[in-house]
């Protein structure tokens, strides 16, 4: 599975203060300029000045978000400046895709615990920089609390990218998925030209699959069809054109009106929703995938 994106006192965007162990540290909000989104206008340009939070340059390579903080202090979460790196969950060797690209924020725990048997790795697929949000920056929220919600936006937009990648993988057509895929990922990656819009990720048909759910030889069958079509093709240098509207991508595209949503689950009557499992539902839950 290969994924890579193509590349291209004061700190940087001023020039460099350092931590205590030697890392530069940025001026955030002038390289993440939609966190400062919601900060009163009045005050923009002093908290553009003063939000500053450790860099940290990554090597392609296995990589674990815990391990981002040795040049912070007490870190939570890192945010992509630069590069591409990916999440994969498994479960029973058929494992998921996550991308995380410049924006995206990224906590800094491990898969949480539950009933199933999941694992998970990091990899840096192209040399990559992450700002580390740390307890300097939870100062800075306290002068200008508004940060929080532009770091809340930007999960948002996260989750909404996950949803939108989960109904992809409900479409019937493979053909279907892989052109509404490459239309979601070209908001973030993609740019356009004068052939129709480039999204500049190298993706294997196994990472494909693996976004979208689905086995590599039939990925490839797919793309044959889409490249005869006109509609995608890959380019020499790995990355991928887009030829049709995103309209055309999918017949059906219509939204539902919410008025008519129906409602696909519910608790029952009189039934208590737990916060977490217990130890012996995760036991009992393991032992029944085994079977």
Known sequence: M??????GGRAEGGRSARTHDGAARVRLLELQGDLA???????????????????????PGPWE??????????????????????????????????????????????????????????TVTTPSRIAVL???FLVATRRWPRLVTGVCDQMQRQRDRLVLQLVIAEQPRVEDRLLALFWL?????????????????????????????????TVTLALKALRARDSLERRADGSWLLNHQPGEAIVDAAPLPASHAPVP?????GAEIPVAAGAGLKRA???SLRR
């Open 2 to 7: 290969s994924v890579m994106a193509q590349q």
């Open 37 to 59: 989104a919601h900060i009163d206008p009045d005050h923009l340009d002093a908290a553009r000045a003063s939000v500053t939070v450790p860099a940290v340059s990554l090597p």
């Open 65 to 122: 978000p815990s391990t981002a903080g040795s040049a912070a202090r007490q870190p939570f979460a890192t945010i992509v400046l630069s590069g591409l790196i990916a999440r994969t969950v498994d479960i029973g060797n058929h494992p998921g895709l996550e991308l995380y690209g410049p924006g995206d924020v990224i906590g800094g725990s491990a898969l949480s615990e539950s009933v199933l048997p999941a694992g998970e790795s990091w």
């Open 134 to 136: 740390d307890d300097e």
């Open 185 to 217: 990922l070209s908001e973030q990656y993609g740019h356009v030209c004068s052939d129709g819009v480039v999204v500049g990720l190298r993706l294997t048909h196994e990472a494909l699959g693996r976004l979208i759910g689905a086995q590599r030889p």
């Open 265 to 269: 689950v519910a608790a029952c009557p």
């Open 285 to 287: 839950a393991q032992a």
